[in-house]
């Protein structure tokens, strides 16, 4: 008897944990798939995150194409990472010098330590830049689903994604709030009246009443528009997770020091103190990350075609990169729970289409707001991770012509990727997949805490 009651005051104290309020409703199944969080963990962490990560990191992967130049279509973006003052000039290209000579290396330390968290480092190397050039003419051309930037305008450049990692940019205030406000508000199919659970500002006054409303709305919709509200918040939970885990907790002059910040990571997702929306937040990126999932395993007999290269120019890697790229798309095949999409766009045809239509066009919009982030490193992830989320959805609903695809190269194929739509798609879900990993991480220190 005393040990039945030791027992359950041992679980009682741990579900009053921070660990047990942050992750004690994100296990089990997830709604509207067949799938529970447990069998997502194990296949990520253990089997894709790593695979991904070194494909990641190779040449073709790591340099994406970007405009980062664009002017906001919706208002006139004014923050302290604004345009002008963003510390993207002192890191462009050294043009005269070759990457490795001091020089250059002086100059990318002064970027690390320019107080501009949020700059993008736009450095290349001379001899990278015209390899580029090269790949660029082995691209595919292809009917569009998502905003993609005009890659000949002499505003697009390439970034090197591993010299900007997604982390804390201190990109925080009215006008982050501002960007994902108009995102939930305008472009997620709720009307005014409905109104979202602890906006901030709000949360003190928030009577818990709104959540209420505002799920019931959720649920009342068709199952397409409450899986769109549901993928942009598990992207809004995935950046989250990355400024938590990559926050700067030590900025003197002789050090930056990166790491995670257990305490941002519960404002964020701690049930308690987010009203019972952190542990909601935190399965819509494992929903996220199932259709992202899904639709690499549905590619794989686009990137199979012997036609197919990862081209850089370099015969032996490419091949080598391109069996790894196989492998990881295999693996994501194996994956026995996937999300089952023929459940989307599936009633009266005529219905379906419209809402296709619809869903295609929010998504465009989100993808031209991305335009409007401020701070420079926000918008470069914020557009790639958009980019990417928005080739998912293209391949997901181009099956037929997936399967069309011709077994030679003198047909004119039914369905093409561009390199600037690949390279997103692995990099967005690679963020997903590290977000996945870094619940983990997080889930051992909550319980350190104790
Ligand atoms: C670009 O391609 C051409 C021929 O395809 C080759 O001669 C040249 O060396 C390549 N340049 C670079 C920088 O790879
Ligand atoms: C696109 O987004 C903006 C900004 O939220 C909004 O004002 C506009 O109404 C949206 N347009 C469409 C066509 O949805
Ligand atoms: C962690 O984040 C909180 C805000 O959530 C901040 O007040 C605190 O200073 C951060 N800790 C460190 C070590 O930077």
Redesign the pocket.
């Given at each position: 008897m005393k040990l039945v009651v030791a027992l359950l005051l041992l679980l009682l104290q741990v579900s009053g944990s921070a660990d047990g309020r942050c992750f004690c409703q994100v296990t089990g199944d997830l709604e509207d798939c067949a799938c529970d969080v447990e069998t997502i963990d194990g296949f990520n962490n253990d089997k894709l995150f790593p695979k991904l990560q070194t494909l990641l990191e190779s040449d073709y992967f790591r340099f994406y194409k970007v405009n980062l130049n664009k002017p906001c279509?919706?208002?006139t973006v004014s923050s302290h990472c604004g345009l002008r003052d963003c510390a993207v000039k002192p890191c462009s290209p050294v043009s005269s010098s070759s990457p490795y000579s001091a020089e250059a290396n002086e100059q990318l330390v002064e970027c690390e330590q320019a107080k501009h968290l949020g700059a993008v480092d736009v450095s290349l190397s001379k001899e990278t830049r015209e390899a580029l050039l090269n790949w660029s003419k082995h691209d595919d051309e292809s009917e569009r689903f998502c905003v993609v930037d005009d890659e000949q305008s002499p505003d697009s450049q390439y970034v090197d994604l591993l010299l900007n990692p997604e982390r804390f940019t201190g990109y925080r205030g009215p006008e982050a709030w501002q960007i994902w406000n108009?995102?939930y508000?305008?472009?997620c199919f709720k009307p005014y009246t409905v109104r979202r659970p602890l906006i901030p500002n709000s949360f003190h006054s928030s009577s818990g009443s709104e959540g209420k409303t505002f799920y019931s709305w959720l649920e009342g919709q068709c199952v397409e528009k409450r899986a769109f509200y549901r993928l942009i918040s598990g992207l809004h939970s995935s950046i989250n997770i990355h400024l938590s885990a990559r926050y700067l907790l030590d900025d003197s002059w002789f050090q930056k020091k990166w790491g995670h910040n257990v305490s941002e990571f519960r404002q964020r997702f701690d049930s308690e103190l987010t009203a019972g929306e952190g542990p909601k937040r935190l399965r819509n990126l494992y929903f996220l990350y199932l259709i992202e999932l899904r639709a690499l395993a549905k590619a794989l007999p686009f990137f199979q075609q012997p036609s197919f290269r990862l081209y850089t120019g370099r015969p032996e890697e490419d091949q080598k990169h391109k069996e790894l790229l196989l492998h990881i798309l295999q693996l994501a095949r194996s994956f026995p729970l996937h999300f089952d999409e023929t459940s989307l766009f599936a009633g009266d045809e005529k219905e379906a289409a419209k809402l296709k239509e619809d869903v295609r066009?929010?998504f465009l919009?989100?993808s031209?707001?991305m335009d409007?982030v401020g701070c420079f490193k926000c918008r470069l992830w914020g557009k790639l991770q958009t980019q990417g989320l928005g080739t998912s959805l293209k391949i997901l609903f181009s099956e037929r012509q997936i399967e069309a695809l011709p077994a030679s190269s003198d047909q004119r194929p039914s369905f093409q990727l561009s390199r600037q739509e690949i390279v997103s798609l692995l990099n967005a879900f690679g963020r997903i997949s590290t977000s996945i990993r870094e619940l983990k991480n997080f889930r051992a220190l909550l319980a350190e805490d104790q």
């Open positions: 279509p919706f208002w108009s995102i508000e305008e472009n066009l929010a919009n989100i031209r707001i409007c």
